[in-house]
């Protein structure tokens, strides 16, 4: 069959289906009516006597029960009552839609003699659209599937459609039918989670007494709290809940006072936020990997090469991309917005970066001077031969005298005065030593000390930079790049002005920086005004997002409280992570960090995106477990993209 139903003929439909026992899909992308359409045939349905059973299938938005599962409910009195359930622990059906197929097999068994209708996730493109249209079918016994377009489309999936083994009918989507917004999406989840669990009481479970399946985080406190919970007796959901807290080896969570617990607890990626809504815990933070760099950052190489990912942070204020990847020499090159400028934090190999930028870069910091850390100097003393303003160095002590050592190593007789210039500053505990080289001259020249307080040794107008000493078997530094504000061009109103936008609007952004508020600035249209006039109308100003880089630490109290200060409500952290847990003990020889140790770090800082990086090439085959590890004890990690896509 392959029919043609309008909206307003919702009966012609409640025919087919009271003719006898159906079993009905309904497909479609989100917003376009599935749930409606669900209501409105069940209770035509039961008015002329049929009992009518729905399976709410998409667990990000269930048309009724509890968020996080595949849900069981029958018409009654108007609208739909709860029957069971089979608990997901995750709100995102195309990522666990085997689990969310093999609930909808369990629970499609129950309803017996009555009509069944299922309302699937809006989920109609690509594989995973393609493996839950035709897994569901099956697993539920689907006889008639109603495709739900707008006027004039062409059907979703129309081949996967044509090969069921169901009946497929059309129906137009009512022009009114719309998605709501994501924050309306997510207060109503919420909304129907917190009506569930309106009657619960606290609990306790023992991690030592329950076995842990799906993807649970490993020890962190913060990692569990909040987290959606469910308990199961062979594989049938008995209950959920929400983490409230862990004390010890002992979780605090929220039941229905009438539910029970068991020796099976499911936890996924469904959490409650910050801000008290439920919603899927940011293991990937898309808005770091969809970023592609700028064409004066990265040359023209692929995603993955020697030295693996290379994942990208991009704020307001700044650019910052692992050159080398995370198995390759450490160097972040961090790229300030609106200006031909840039940072370094350590100096790995420098191949990969444009020759031309190497004039641009005012500072580097480098974090100790292992090989793999310092070997780029070369590649910075080459390309700047030249260039007559200092290149600023940081480091710990003993790095002027390792920097004039790898000058000295070159004969310059035929540089002249044309040799690079350098200012080396070694922070010594509260101080900052500093000394002049130029290539090619002989001797460092002392430039005196410079008091450091709280740990700032760069301060400018618009970013300082502040550092903290590690230990590392040597002295090692990790650095902070905190823009004092990031300042967003409003541009829907620079429209309404009619105002185009152009460097005007560097300098505007300049002056707001240098506290010009009273200064006046000519616009594009021949009009003066006021900075502080501009900044109230053209610009949302908000705090500045801190990006942080520690590497070459070892795993020790100390280290672990300096760097959690540094880092705390950093926007991202680039945190070493050289070693799994089985290969703990080389990182205890080594002085290097473990993936639980760096995920753990970053969740105690409350950090918004973790990039971990320094990775132990003998994990080049199998990158994923270095990520998987630490995703077990940190929500926040970010997992740069393959070229595919793919896993």
Same mark, same amino acid.
């Given at each position: 069959?392959?029919?043609?139903?309008?909206?307003? %003929?919702?009966?012609?439909?409640?025919?087919?289906?009271?003719?006898?026992?159906?079993?009905?899909?309904?497909?479609?992308?989100?917003?376009?009516?599935?749930?409606?359409?669900?209501?409105?045939?069940?209770?035509?349905?039961?008015?002329?006597?049929?009992?009518?059973?729905?399976?709410?299938?998409?667990?990000?938005?269930?048309?009724?029960?509890?968020?996080?599962?595949?849900?069981?409910?029958?018409?009654?009195?108007?609208?739909?009552?709860?029957?069971?359930?089979?608990?997901?622990?995750?709100?995102?059906?195309?990522?666990?839609?085997?689990?969310?197929?093999?609930?909808?097999?369990?629970?499609?068994?129950?309803?017996?003699?009555?009509?069944?209708?299922?309302?699937?996730?809006?989920?109609?493109?690509?594989?995973?659209?393609?493996?839950?249209?035709?897994?569901?079918?099956?697993?539920?016994?689907?006889?008639?599937?109603?495709?739900?377009?707008?006027?004039?489309?062409?059907?979703?999936?129309?081949?996967?459609?044509?090969?069921?083994?169901?009946?497929?009918?059309?129906?137009?989507?009512?022009?009114?039918?719309?998605?709501?917004?994501?924050?309306?999406?997510?207060?109503?989840?919420?909304?129907?989670?917190?009506?569930?669990?309106?009657?619960?009481?606290?609990?306790?479970?023992?991690?030592?007494?329950?076995?842990?399946?799906?993807?649970?985080?490993?020890?962190?406190?913060?990692?569990?709290?909040?987290?959606?919970?469910?308990?199961?007796?062979?594989?049938?959901?008995?209950?959920?809940?929400?983490?409230?807290?862990?004390?010890?080896?002992?979780?605090?969570?929220?039941?229905?006072?009438?539910?029970?617990?068991?020796?099976?607890?499911?936890?996924?990626?469904?959490?409650?936020?910050?801000?008290?809504?439920?919603?899927?815990?940011?293991?990937?933070?898309?808005?770091?990997?969809?970023?592609?760099?700028?064409?004066?950052?990265? &040359?023209?190489?692929?995603?993955?090469?020697?030295?693996?990912?290379?994942?990208?942070?991009?704020?307001?204020?700044?650019?910052?991309?692992?050159?080398?990847?995370?198995?390759?020499?450490?160097?972040? %090159?961090?790229?300030?917005?609106?200006?031909?400028?840039?940072?370094?934090?350590?100096?790995?190999?420098?191949?990969?970066?444009?020759?031309?930028?190497?004039?641009?870069?005012?500072?580097?910091?480098?974090?100790?001077?292992?090989?793999?850390?310092?070997?780029?100097?070369?590649?910075?003393?080459?390309?700047?031969?030249?260039?007559?303003?200092?290149?600023?160095?940081?480091?710990? &002590?003993?790095?002027?005298?390792?920097?004039? %050592?790898?000058?000295?190593?070159?004969?310059?007789?035929?540089?002249?005065?044309?040799?690079?210039?350098?200012?080396?500053?070694?922070?010594?505990?509260?101080?900052?030593?500093?000394?002049?080289?130029?290539?090619?001259? &002989?001797?460092?020249?002392?430039?005196?000390?410079?008091?450091?307080?709280?740990?700032?040794?760069?301060?400018?107008?618009?970013?300082?930079?502040?550092?903290?000493?590690?230990?590392?078997?040597?002295?090692?530094?990790?650095?902070?790049?905190?823009?004092?504000?990031?300042?967003?061009?409003?541009?829907?109103?620079?429209?309404?002005?009619?105002?185009?936008?152009?460097?005007?609007?560097?300098?505007?952004?300049?002056?707001?920086?240098?506290?010009?508020?009273?200064?006046?600035?000519?616009?594009?249209?021949?009009?003066?005004?006021?900075?502080?006039?501009?900044?109230?109308?053209?610009?949302?100003?908000?705090?500045?997002?801190?990006?942080?880089?520690?590497?070459?630490?070892?795993?020790?109290?100390?280290?672990?409280?300096?760097?959690?200060?540094?880092?705390?409500?950093?926007?991202?952290?680039?945190?070493?992570?050289?070693?799994?847990?089985?290969?703990?003990?080389?990182?205890?020889?080594?002085?290097?960090?473990?993936?639980?140790?760096?995920?753990?770090?970053?969740?105690?800082?409350?950090?918004?995106?973790?990039?971990?990086?320094?990775?132990?090439?003998?994990?080049?085959?199998? &990158?994923?477990?270095?990520?998987?590890?630490?995703?077990?004890?940190?929500?926040?990690?970010?997992?740069?993209?393959?070229?595919?896509?793919?896993?």
């Amino acid at each position: 069959m392959n029919q043609r139903i309008h909206t307003e %003929h919702h009966e012609a439909l409640a025919k087919l289906l009271s003719a006898g026992e159906r079993r009905l899909m309904l497909f479609g992308p989100p917003g376009i009516g599935k749930t409606t359409l669900a209501a409105s045939l069940a209770d035509r349905l039961s008015k002329v006597g049929r009992e009518v059973h729905c399976l709410a299938a998409d667990p990000g938005m269930p048309a009724f029960g509890p968020p996080g599962a595949v849900n069981l409910g029958v018409w009654q009195q108007g609208e739909w009552k709860l029957e069971t359930y089979q608990a997901l622990c995750s709100l995102d059906a195309a990522r666990f839609r085997l689990p969310l197929i093999e609930a909808v097999g369990r629970l499609a068994r129950q309803p017996g003699q009555s009509t069944l209708l299922i309302d699937p996730p809006g989920v109609v493109r690509g594989v995973a659209g393609s493996e839950l249209l035709t897994s569901i079918v099956a697993a539920a016994g689907v006889d008639l599937v109603v495709v739900l377009v707008r006027e004039g489309q062409a059907l979703p999936l129309q081949q996967e459609l044509e090969a069921l083994g169901a009946d497929v009918v059309r129906i137009d989507a009512s022009p009114l039918a719309r998605r709501p917004g994501k924050n309306s999406r997510d207060r109503e989840r919420t909304r129907l989670w917190d009506s569930y669990l309106a009657n619960a009481t606290v609990r306790e479970v023992a991690l030592a007494r329950v076995n842990r399946l799906g993807t649970p985080p490993r020890k962190a406190p913060e990692a569990w709290t909040g987290k959606q919970v469910a308990f199961l007796i062979e594989g049938t959901s008995i209950s959920m809940g929400e983490i409230i807290g862990m004390e010890g080896n002992s979780l605090q969570l929220r039941l229905p006072a009438e539910q029970r617990l068991s020796s099976q607890m499911l936890v996924r990626d469904a959490v409650r936020d910050a801000s008290g809504l439920l919603v899927t815990s940011k293991r990937f933070a898309e808005s770091v990997v969809r970023y592609l760099p700028p064409s004066d950052l990265v &040359p023209d190489y692929p995603q993955l090469q020697e030295g693996g990912f290379r994942p990208m942070v991009q704020t307001g204020s700044a650019s910052a991309v692992l050159m080398n990847g995370v198995f390759g020499d450490p160097q972040l %090159h961090l790229r300030l917005a609106h200006q031909r400028r840039s940072l370094l934090f350590d100096l790995g190999d420098g191949a990969r970066l444009p020759g031309r930028v190497a004039h641009q870069v005012s500072d580097v910091f480098i974090s100790h001077s292992h090989m793999d850390h310092i070997c780029g100097f070369l590649w910075l003393l080459r390309s700047r031969i030249g260039e007559r303003e200092n290149c600023r160095l940081y480091g710990p &002590p003993g790095l002027a005298e390792q920097i004039e %050592h790898l000058i000295n190593g070159i004969h310059w007789d035929r540089i002249g005065d044309r040799g690079p210039r350098f200012e080396v500053s070694e922070l010594h505990a509260n101080h900052l030593r500093r000394f002049l080289l130029q290539a090619g001259k &002989p001797g460092l020249k002392a430039r005196g000390m410079m008091p450091v307080e709280e740990g700032i040794v760069l301060d400018e107008d618009a970013f300082r930079v502040r550092a903290v000493a590690l230990d590392h078997g040597i002295p090692v530094i990790a650095y902070a790049f905190e823009p004092v504000l990031q300042i967003n061009i409003r541009k829907e109103r620079l429209h309404a002005r009619g105002l185009e936008a152009g460097p005007w609007l560097t300098e505007l952004k300049q002056r707001i920086l240098t506290r010009q508020m009273d200064s006046h600035l000519s616009l594009p249209d021949g009009q003066c005004e006021t900075v502080r006039r501009l900044a109230e109308e053209l610009t949302l100003i908000t705090p500045g997002s801190k990006i942080v880089y520690a590497t070459d630490l070892a795993d020790t109290t100390g280290n672990r409280d300096r760097l959690v200060a540094l880092a705390n409500g950093a926007h991202t952290l680039f945190c070493e992570s050289p070693f799994m847990q089985k290969d703990a003990s080389q990182a205890q020889r080594t002085g290097h960090l473990t993936t639980t140790a760096c995920a753990e770090i970053a969740t105690r800082a409350c950090v918004s995106h973790l990039i971990p990086f320094h990775f132990s090439r003998r994990y080049e085959d199998a &990158p994923w477990q270095v990520y998987d590890e630490i995703a077990a004890d940190c929500s926040h990690l970010v997992i740069p993209s393959s070229p595919t896509g793919s896993r």
